[in-house]
Nanobody, 117 residues
């Protein structure tokens, strides 16, 4: 149906930056929302950021001022620019896409982000 592929994760030092990307492909008619979630070892998956409709964005309090979500509609791609990274940002980051007129959504396979000195 819909395939999501994340990329851009890696190992960075505290204070460093990474940009994640997620490309959606397959049976896509219209994307309602694209977002990012993350899951650290032993913890529940948590919301990070999303971009909706005409471009409104929302961020978790823990990443406000440091992360920026953006999209390229022509490429069905969402990005997450992560600056001033902290060790507590270490997690697997997952892309999520919701389609217009459909309940639920689709998830990518995740990309590992490790922040360590």
């Amino acid at each position: 149906q819909v395939q999501l592929v994340e990329s851009g994760g890696g190992l960075v030092q505290p204070g460093g930056s990474l940009r994640l990307s997620c490309v959606a492909s397959g049976s896509i008619f219209s994307i309602r929302v694209m977002g990012w979630y993350r899951q650290a070892p032993g913890k529940q998956r948590e919301f990070v950021a999303r971009i909706i409709g005409g471009g409104n964005t929302n961020y978790a309090d823990s990443v406000k001022g440091r992360f920026t979500i953006s999209r390229d509609n022509a490429k069905n791609t969402v990005y997450l620019q992560m600056n001033s990274l902290k060790p507590e940002d270490t997690a697997v980051y997952y892309c999520n896409v919701g389609l217009v007129g459909q309940l639920g959504g689709y998830w990518g396979q995740g990309t590992q982000v490790t922040v360590s000195s």
